[in-house]
């Protein structure tokens, strides 16, 4: 079957499944399927987008957990989960354990920031210690680095107290333990003289366990690994360097959420910084690059292109794009994409975050139920 023929198959499904009244001529847009970023229509969009991929429904949350994002893997095999619910944060944030056939609550009751009064957990990972480590995004509720770095001890296996280990973020996003280094990303490192900043940060576990760092907000604070500026586009957004991995020679990516730019940040073997560059991608320009994690076994990073409602395949051997998954404007029913934030590959499974919380321009217009885990088989 062609690839153009089966996605009008697929998105005239996706009409009769949305609307309650459908007709039996289904409104196309056959000749423009590629470039999603582009259209600014609202309601029709489901029609202009190709569907790529089939992501699957692995779990529905209910409205007391609105905004699924962060995901890494426990010591015991299973995923925990964030649950930011920035969407509607009237409910408080939680910590979920995930199996592929069970979500049930790891950790409630997070420790709200004094001034915001809100907990906002985003990326989280195990550390050498056994603790995890969650980054807050405390600037939806205050632009004034009210962010932090949490540490949840760990004990047997069951979470215990919870603790600041860093302040003074502004909008802390994705963490990356290597080694007894941790590796941050700060999407909107502002500095004195650069209002679209975004920086990567690093701490070791020792300096972690002397006491709580404060950072120097609009600074090159001694934790700064290197920064990024955001060129922004239609959609208003200058939030920066976003998702953050690392590869097989131990060299970091992240991308900025604002503007797409997919960086490489090629390190020594002490993990200090040799060079910064934005890579020159081959194929598909990506408009927005969200969570994102690095097969060190091939080399690939998958990453979210949360404007685009897809995930997208970079080939770090080549720098080439594709795309793995990718559909319309939805509600997320049946698995199919929903602004996705987070992936994280457990095998051949790719599991995705629907964060569904859109910006101007995003193919995602509304946030709305069902809240939704996608799964994606790779091959
Ligand atoms: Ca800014
Ligand atoms: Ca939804
Ligand atoms: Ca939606």
Redesign the pocket.
Known sequence: MKPKLLSLLLSGALLASCQSNTTTETPTTPEQPDMPGDSTTSGAATDTIATIGSPKLLHTLDDAHNTPDGLTLAPNGSIILSVPNLADNSKPAVLMEMTDTSLKPYLSNLPVEPTTKKAAPMDLAFGPDGNLYYAENQYENSKDFKSRLMRVRVTNGKPGTVETVVDNFALANAVVWKGNKIYVTDSQWDMSDNDKGSAVLVFTLAELNKGIVHLKPKTMDPHVLTTFTTQVNETGVDNGADGLDYDSKGNFYTGSFGDGTFYKMTMKPDGTLTKKEALTLKGKKITCVDGLIIDRKTDKAYLCNSRENAIEVVNLKNNTVTTLAQNGDT??TNGLL?QPAEVLLKGNRLYVS?F?KPEKNFVNKK??????MSVIEVQ
């Open positions: 509600d997320g929903d629907d569904d946030s709305d139920a069902p809240h939704t």
